[in-house]
């Protein structure tokens, strides 16, 4: 069972600052990749950044140069720096693991969703 816990989310004013983190725990051998999407009622998810196990980073146009996202591999963290946040950037945040190896010899690539953490920008 893997299970995925995301914190530090809560209510900024517009121009703060957020720190998310999500750790995976769980029968892990390998993750590949970490990312972090957000959904607002009404509007489709959103993917806002990726991380690979080597430090590849993909991230959404609307979170490019204040975002920034990182990981531990060996916590199997995931971590998003949200600075100068925008009453826009308002929604639940969700990590997510995909390519996710239970064991050495797994020859399926799964995927985990986290609860997801509200982040609230007042203008």
């Known amino acids: 069972q893997v299970h995925l816990v995301e914190s530090g989310g809560g209510l900024v004013q517009a121009g703060g600052s957020l720190r998310l983190s999500c750790t995976a725990s769980?029968?892990?051998?390998?993750?590949?990749?970490m990312a972090w999407d957000r959904q607002t009622p009404g509007k489709q998810s959103e993917l806002v950044a990726s991380?690979?196990?080597?430090?590849?980073?993909d991230y959404a146009d609307s979170a490019k140069g204040r975002f920034t996202i990182s990981r531990d591999n060996a916590k199997n963290t995931v971590y998003l720096q949200m600075n100068n946040l925008k009453p826009e950037d308002t929604a639940v945040y969700y990590c997510?693991?995909?390519?996710?190896?239970?064991?050495?010899?797994?020859?399926?690539?799964?995927?985990?969703w986290g609860r997801g953490t509200q982040v609230t920008v007042s203008s």
């Open positions: 997510h693991i995909q390519r996710v190896r239970l064991t050495i010899l797994d020859p399926y690539e799964h995927a985990f």
């Open positions: 991380i690979t196990t080597d430090g590849a980073t």
């Open positions: 769980g029968n892990i051998s390998s993750i590949e990749i």
